[in-house]
């Protein structure tokens, strides 16, 4: 019998053969998952940053638009203070009428045969004579205000100046603002695009974007592009050189008409106490002048300022009242309240002075007006109250319209209700000279108005001369471009199927199905699968899913929107998007869905 001795020794190789297979097994399987994670980190990494660069994008385009929303609320202010400037102009003229009026002793131009005799006989009465002193005195003092209020208005240039540069200035701001978050969009363009490179080969050198991964990134750029709304702003694939957008757009079904509405209701709910109404408690008034805050604060309603919609904003007398400034509601077909477009802009400062009733019995007071009276003939604007549901409707004087030239009237330029002097100043068309034989009192700026009384009996009346002056100074070109979306309201431009999203549309905003208008961007990357020992065994395939999302923090729950950065990115699941997979399926279909992020 032969020895047995070495047998375990064949045993003991093949273990270590197996040993060894098993070792090499587990260090490939070992490589490879390891590839296999380096790969997927390397694509969710590239996805995370696509969609962070998106983020940063829509969040500068909020910044921009609430800043160009600032703009529009700070033309408002000075278009405020400016319409309050010419306002204390007119009341303060109107004021020196009305003592020239009341007093016709006191004046030192010329009087009416009557008073020419009666003036020097009253003064020589006792106690008369020093009434009619005493208001000589006080119309001296009033005639030097107003004068010097006039020559300070003229010397400041202050019409010119606010409505011609300062007010202008802010809607080239706005161009600008526009033109950076244009370009702002095309670098996040470029980084969603290339399926974020530098990030690519940070973290995996040989990963690379291959036929399939480009698919991917043109998807990612589809749904990025389709966030803007490109006859407003442009987008990323459609950039536009920044401009003002179509003024005379204004149809419920014009996209542009919808945007400017967007941007018009921000700013107009945004406008400070002294745009929305002139109190007392914001007047720029000393303590010292309570009499004058008091009286004015007892004017009905005045002071409004407020961007107007294209033919809303005529500045002009109109048979059915042209004023919308402070329309309470949306007129059929346009809009004029809150919704307003931004297309013009509006301020008036409205006033009455009266002493008493307009009529007594059948005598007029020539020291009233009532609603259906000659404005121009009157001291402030009678016709306030003319219609009882929109009491200013027809007033008009004095205000401010910033028009574009578009308007039938007053385009490119404005229109200025403001006191027209007899030495030809402001300049512009609808300057009329003032009336009268008193030279003094029409180098203020008043007309003399003989007002009946009764059949045959007139009266002297002083007023300002307030016409409605296209001077130039006012143009308004409208709301500048911005970054803009409606959720929902677009057709399918990318992966999906065209009968379920058809062309755009109005009644639904955009659902889960299509992130909710929150773009997500797809990276696919490929690299060799290698052995341990280097043989090449086809690639291997990652596949990440980000997403920049919208999300106030807290419990607010509201669509995105290009107005408040909010925008965050975030990594997701592709699993939640099995149509957008689709354009992906090769990769989609080569694992389990666990095994993909």
């Known amino acids: 019998m032969k020895a047995a001795r070495g047998q375990s020794l064949v045993l003991g190789c093949a273990l270590l053969a197996l040993a060894a297979t098993v070792t090499i097994g587990l260090l490939d399987l070992g490589f490879s998952v390891h590839d296999r994670i380096r790969l997927q980190n390397a694509a969710d990494a590239a996805a995370y940053s696509s969609a962070a660069m998106e983020a940063r994008a829509f969040n500068l385009a909020a910044y921009a638009n609430r800043t160009q929303a600032s703009h529009y609320v700070s033309a408002m202010v000075l278009q405020s203070f400016l319409s309050f400037a010419f306002f204390g102009e007119a009341w303060l003229t109107d004021a020196d009428g009305l003592m020239r009026t009341l007093s016709p002793c006191a004046s030192s131009g010329s009087r009416s045969p009557f008073w020419g005799a009666a003036c020097p006989a009253l003064s020589a009465v006792p106690g008369v004579g020093a009434v009619l002193a005493f208001l000589r005195g006080a119309l001296a003092l009033m005639d030097a205000l107003v004068s010097g ?94 401009r003002y957008l179509d003024v005379t757009a204004r149809g419920e079904d014009d996209k542009v008409a919808r945007a400017k509405r967007v941007m018009g209701q921000v700013a107009n709910a945004a406008r400070p106490d002294f745009v929305t109404s002139r109190a007392r408690e914001a007047l720029p008034l000393p303590d010292w002048m309570g009499p004058l805050k008091a009286m004015l604060e007892a004017q009905p309603k005045w002071g409004q300022t407020r961007l107007l919609t294209h033919g809303l904003a005529e500045g002009w007398d109109d048979p059915e009242g042209g004023n919308f400034i402070r329309e309470p509601e949306d007129t059929p077909g346009a809009t004029s309240s809150m919704l307003a477009q931004g297309d013009d802009l509006g301020a008036d400062d409205a006033y009455q002075i009266s002493v008493g009733p307009p009529r007594v019995g059948p005598f007029r007071n020539p020291l009233s007006c009532g609603p259906e009276d000659d404005p ?47 030495d030809g100043y402001p300049a512009g068309a609808g300057w009329r000279a003032p009336r009268g034989s008193d030279g003094f009192a029409r180098a203020l700026g008043l007309n003399e108005v003989q007002r009946s009384v009764a059949a045959g009996v007139w009266v002297p009346v002083y007023v300002a001369n307030v016409q409605p002056i296209e001077d130039g100074n006012h143009p308004w070109r409208g709301l500048a471009s911005f970054p803009h979306f409606e959720p929902g309201r677009y057709a399918e431009a990318c992966a999906g199927t065209a009968d379920r999203h058809g062309e755009p549309r109005l009644d639904r905003a955009a659902g889960p199905e299509d992130d909710f208008n929150q773009p997500s961007t797809f990276v696919v990357l490929s690299r060799p699968a290698k052995t341990v020992f280097g043989k090449r065994d086809g690639l291997m395939r990652a596949v990440a899913r980000a997403q920049a999302y919208y999300h106030r923090p807290g419990d607010w729950a509201e669509p995105p929107s290009f107005f408040n950065p909010y925008w965050r990115a975030r990594l997701a699941p592709v699993a939640e998007h099995p149509d957008r997979a689709a354009a992906i399926a090769p990769v989609w279909a080569e694992w389990p869905r666990g095994m993909v992020h």
């Open 149 to 242: 209020y006039q020559s300070a208005l003229r010397a400041s240039d202050l019409d010119a100046v606010v409505g011609r540069e300062l007010i202008p200035s802010l809607l080239e701001a706005n161009v600008g603002l526009a033109a950076e978050s244009a370009r702002m969009m095309r670098k996040a363009l470029e980084a969603v695009a290339g399926s974020s490179q530098e990030v690519i080969a940070a973290n995996d050198p040989q990963a690379r974007v291959d036929e399939l991964g480009r698919t991917a990134a043109n998807l990612s750029v589809c749904l990025f592009d389709r966030a803007s709304m490109r006859e407003v702003g442009g987008s990323p694939l459609a950039p536009r050189t920044p």
């Open 376 to 422: 121009f003939q009157c001291w402030g604007e009678p016709r306030i109250g003319r219609r009882a549901d929109r009491p200013f409707r027809f007033a008009m004087k004095p205000s401010v319209w910033a028009l574009n030239d578009q308007e039938d009237h007053g385009g490119g330029g404005g229109i200025h209700w403001r006191i027209a002097y007899d």
